[in-house]
Nanobody
Framework: QLVESGGGFVQAGGSLRLSCAAS????????MGWFRQAPGREREFVAA????????DYADSVKGRCTISRDNAKTTVYLQMNSLKPEDTAVYYC?????????????????WGQGTQVTVSS
């Protein structure tokens, strides 16, 4: 089970830190990812991190503004988002990969959280 938190309403240029707490055996040894879906748009990749945290990957749209991290002891993954833009407005989902390596394909992530809303005003 994955439970996201930390979403909210923020003005452009602001910051948010999303958290995703995992329970059960879904977390161990697997890469994790963040995706987002805006109204009327397909779900898109945001960031991913390997089990060790030694490798990360970011969508071009958020590179340099977002940082993904994880605390395996707490079975939690984070997404720090800075310099937020109105186009970042979406529901953000965390997901557990089926493997140890990063992926940008939603189909490689069999377990998903319920999502947390991020709204950025201009």
């Amino acid at each position: 089970q994955l439970v996201e938190s930390g979403g909210g309403f923020v003005q452009a240029g602001g910051s948010l830190r999303l958290s995703c707490a995992a329970s059960g055996r879904t977390f161990g040894g697997r890469a994790m990812g963040w995706f987002r879906q805006a109204p009327g748009r397909e779900r898109e990749f945001v960031a991913a991190i390997t089990w060790s945290g030694g490798s990360t990957d970011y969508a071009d749209s958020v590179k340099g503004r977002c940082t993904i991290s994880r605390d395996n002891a707490k079975t939690t993954v984070y997404l720090q988002m800075n310099s937020l833009k109105p186009e970042d407005t979406a529901v953000y989902y965390c997901a557990v990969s089926k493997g140890v390596y990063n992926s940008r394909r939603a189909t490689d992530f069999p377990s998903w959280g319920q999502g947390t809303q991020v709204t950025v005003s201009s």
